[in-house]
């Protein structure tokens, strides 16, 4: 399970005394823990990598926004330790779908669902989620099916 990985991770980087790699599980496992206390209440469980998944995506998500906005008010210090921090948190996620596998995937769920204009953009979003949420950028993804729904491809 992803989440063993994540704390053997910070066990590993614990005993080699590596701070900067030791504070990135650290984070990481905070988050999840938020996010095992918010879903005690839910009435379905998702599967537990799924969830560790979609809490890496959204840490990844802040840290490219984050690392942004340092670098507009000039604290590059700030910015590389963000940099440092997402590089270790992109290590735990799955291997991401290319933009040309993106493309193809998209084609195939277009092709499937018979959706021909940006009104249906949540129909393919929804299967592209549903697929390969785990395996791509959800925003980027967003501007390809915009791009194929409005091309008519």
């Given at each position: ?59 990844v998500k802040q840290r490219r926004e984050s690392i942004e906005l340092f670098e507009q008010g000039g604290r590059q ?77």
């Open positions: 399970m992803l989440r063993d990985t994540i704390k053997s991770a910070q066990v590993t980087s614990m005993k080699a005394g590596t701070k900067p790699r030791t504070g990135a599980p650290r984070l990481i496992l905070a988050k999840i823990k938020d996010r095992d206390i918010e879903l005690r209440t839910a009435e379905k469980m998702p599967d537990d990598d799924a969830m560790v998944i979609e809490v890496l995506q959204k840490m210090d700030r910015a590389d330790d963000e940099k440092a921090e997402l590089a270790v948190i992109e290590e735990f996620l799955p291997q991401q779908m290319s933009e040309a596998q993106t493309s193809a995937a998209i084609a195939v769920i277009v092709a499937e669902t018979g959706a021909s204009s940006p009104k249906e953009m949540g129909v393919v979003m929804g299967q592209l989620k549903a697929r390969h949420g785990s395996e791509l950028d959800m925003s980027k993804a967003s501007a390809l099916v915009k791009a194929a729904l409005s091309g008519g491809a």
